[in-house]
């Protein structure tokens, strides 16, 4: 059983940056594939980033690429978005998800074993 507790969330200027973080429960940890998702009311949870236990390859969404940056911190059992040049489309409840032993990096939801229950980001215009 894997807990997923997120922090860091909060309100930021548009172009302002933020960094959420995730830690985790338990062992598996370091096994574990990690990822982001967002959901903005209204829509539906989609995939922002995930970063591998292996090799540490990351992915990320289209909407995101060279703005946010997954990494993570093994022996903290700590996993971080750092989002930079912000925009008000980026609000949403922000989830942290594990995926226990993968080889790829799933983007859909129902890749993942283990959820958190969300930070808020807001991003003013």
């Known amino acids: 059983q894997v807990q997923l507790v997120e922090s860091g969330g909060g309100l930021v200027q548009a172009g302002g940056s933020l960094r959420v973080s995730c830690t985790a429960s338990?062992?598996?940890?370091?096994?574990?594939?990690m990822g982001w998702f967002r959901q903005a009311p209204g829509e539906e949870r989609g995939f922002v980033a995930g970063?591998?236990?292996?090799?540490?390859?990351?992915t990320y969404g289209d909407s995101v690429k060279g703005r946010f940056t997954i990494s993570r911190d093994n022996a903290r059992n700590t996993v971080y978005l750092q989002m930079n040049s912000l925009k008000p489309e980026d609000t949403g409840v922000y989830y942290c998800?594990?995926?226990?032993?993968?080889?790829?990096?799933?983007?859909?939801?129902?890749?993942?074993?283990?959820w958190g229950r969300g930070t808020q980001v807001t991003v003013s215009s």
């Open positions: 998800a594990a995926k226990c032993l993968a080889i790829m990096v799933p983007t859909a939801n129902g890749g993942y074993d283990y």
């Open positions: 338990g062992r598996t940890f370091g096994t574990a594939v």
């Open positions: 970063i591998g236990w292996r090799d540490r390859r990351t």
